[in-house]
């Protein structure tokens, strides 16, 4: 048991608080990405603080489900604490929405709470904002979701960024993920770059034979252009290492990268088949972002199309998370903060002539104290 | 924009025998440091590699943090922590024992309900012995491992051991070989996928060495 000294001078693991300046940057951070996905017709949302794990259980990764915390209400079921955004707003929307109603798209931005271990601030993750597009497929829809990404780290300032982008379809092609996904081990052999276990996977989960499982670890390693993806995937169809099916995904992989190209977008983007999703749900593309100064990815997204199914309605969805607190500090943006918001002492004369004249202030844009 | 940058990637390595064996190794393919007695930190003559040096069990902190892109250290410390890494390579040298040890005369069998095993690498002893199904109390020390069965603290111990003198002088015996050490190239993922063509530069100057020398 904590003592009371303790608990006073630190917050629970996982738990963290901002104050003062540090506050308004945060919140003018947010207002801005508001400004920037309001004006692409995104809607707010609100998920709840806490659910019922049930829900969820089967969608979390074991690793993460780790990390939940979970209490027990007065009927004894067990509750989880809002641990990541995407699958409390799956639930919701599921509930609420009909096939009439789409396509949907929702913003959010709200705390996360879950356990960190103390050595690896890696993960820190505090605060999650984010978009949604619900009931949209297809090339233009995975477009919009990463040019709409561009649109809001070029609004916060941040520099040297790359996309990294992948395809969880891919490996779906090679091992079905469904019911039990059986491509856990080889998902986080990829991840994790382990190139003999993905061999050793893919002969194993996979069925290939030793040529094309060595050509698979290969490809799943590859970080690139389009050209350089072209030159592999030639000898891949020469040598008839590659299914049809994983031949239609990275293409469509090609396709994107090639239109995001010419958009003249901010941020560069790379092919990089290491990217398959960390989540259970994913399903078509998956990708995340990285900056330089910054440990870990400052966001990722992708496709889960049958996420929502789950919850009542079948319909595709594509969004992606932004880590806010892990890139809060490296971002270039300028919040105002001092000048314009100062407020301006009201003195002299009764409580109501002070008032009046505030309230004048306030009218003009201002800001006044009592 | 790229995030290729010009700097120099930067590497952890632990202070100590390791790092000798590092610089020697670094120096088969160009890489010269000078390492000044109470330098933390350190560039290569040609600006290209950036060592922080560090403790042992505190690298994959700093790696983890990205503090430091890459690190070099032991199997035995990146299983303790709780960090993922992109482990790159695997050097020849530098690899050492994990081993259960015990006092010479004590009888392995005796106390087999529940082993009380003492040591600093207390998730790898957890999960070795869960693994084989056995109950195990771990004593957590932070050195002098060797002493806990000598004063009683606890009958075994799980240590790293090269040569096994400091068990014998410690009137103490190997009960088994548990596990192989060896010593890693790490990265840090999002150093990595940043900066993937110039790690993967490093990665293949390391591998041609290794590569020579074991041919």
């Known amino acids: ?370 | 924009m790229t995030a290729e940058a010009s700097e120099p990637l930067t590497l952890a390595l632990p202070k100590g025998r390791l790092m000798e064996q590092v610089l020697q190794f670094f120096e088969q393919f160009g890489f010269y440091f000078r390492i000044s007695r109470r330098s933390l930190t350190t560039t290569d003559s040609q600006g290209r590699l950036k060592l922080i040096l560090v403790k042992n069990t505190d690298l994959p902190v700093y790696v983890s943090h990205g503090i430091a892109g890459l690190g070099i250290c032991g199997t035995d410390v990146l299983y303790e922590s709780s960090a993922e890494f992109f482990e790159l390579h695997t050097f020849a040298f530098g690899s050492t024992r994990m081993c259960l040890a015990c006092r010479a005369d004590h009888e392995p069998g005796a106390d087999r309900r529940q082993l009380a095993v003492a040591t600093k690498f207390s998730r790898f002893t957890h999960d070795f012995f869960h693994a084989r199904g056995i109950p195990v109390q771990v004593i957590r020390l932070n050195g002098s491992v060797e002493l806990a069965p000598v004063l009683g603290l606890a009958p075994y111990i799980v240590d790293l051991v090269e040569t096994g003198t400091t068990l014998r002088a410690n009137n103490l015996k190997i009960t088994e070989d548990l596990a192989e050490i060896r010593v890693k190239l790490v990265c840090n993922p999002a150093y990595y996928k940043l900066h993937y063509r110039r790690v993967n530069e490093l990665l293949g100057a390391i591998q041609g060495v290794s590569n020579h020398e074991r041919a």
């Open chain 1, 1 to 370: 048991m904590i003592n009371r000294k303790r608990a006073l001078l630190q917050l629970p693991q996982g738990a963290e608080s901002f104050y003062l300046d540090d506050a308004v940057r945060h919140r003018g951070l947010i207002e801005r990405i508001e400004r920037v996905v309001a004006s692409w017709g995104y809607l707010p949302v609100q998920t709840p603080v806490f659910d019922f794990f049930g829900v969820y259980e089967g969608l979390i990764p074991s690793r993460d489900a780790r990390s939940i915390y979970r209490l027990i209400d007065r009927e004894g079921d067990v509750l989880m604490l809002r641990y990541d955004n995407t699958l409390f707003l799956a639930k919701h929307m599921g509930l609420m929405l009909a096939e009439a109603d789409l396509p949907v798209r929702v913003w959010y931005g709200d705390t996360i709470l879950r356990h960190q271990d103390a050595e690896d601030i890696s993960n820190d993750e505090f605060f999650q904002t984010g978009i949604e597009l619900i009931g949209r497929q297809g090339l233009d829809a995975d477009l919009e979701v990463l040019v709409l990404l561009d649109r809001v780290f070029r609004e916060l300032g941040a520099p040297q960024r790359v996309v990294h982008l992948g395809s969880r379809a891919l490996l779906t092609a090679l091992v079905p993920a469904e019911p039990a996904d059986p491509a856990r081990d080889l998902r986080r052999a990829i991840a994790l770059r382990r190139h003999d276990e993905v061999q050793e996977q893919c002969i194993r989960n996979g069925g290939c034979l030793p040529e094309r499982a060595q050509f698979l670890a290969e490809l799943f390693a590859f970080i690139g252009t389009h050209d350089e993806l072209d030159r592999l995937l030639e000898r891949g169809h020469r040598d008839q290492l590659l299914t049809t099916a994983e031949s239609r995904e990275l293409r469509y992989l090609e396709r994107l990268s090639t239109e995001y190209a010419r958009l003249g977008l901010q941020a560069e983007l790379r092919i990089d088949l290491s990217e398959v999703g960390s989540q259970p749900y994913h399903t078509g593309i998956a990708f995340n972002v990285y900056m330089d100064g910054v440990g870990a990815a400052i966001a990722s997204g992708g496709r889960y199309d049958h996420l929502l199914s789950h919850f009542g309605i079948d319909a595709p969805a594509v969004g992606f998370s932004i880590l806010l607190r892990k890139v809060q500090e490296h971002l270039t943006t300028e919040i105002p903060r001092d000048e314009e918001r100062r407020p301006t002492q009201v003195t002299g004369g009764s409580f109501r002539a002070r008032l009046e004249k505030a309230d004048r202030i306030r009218a003009e844009g201002g800001a006044a104290l009592l």
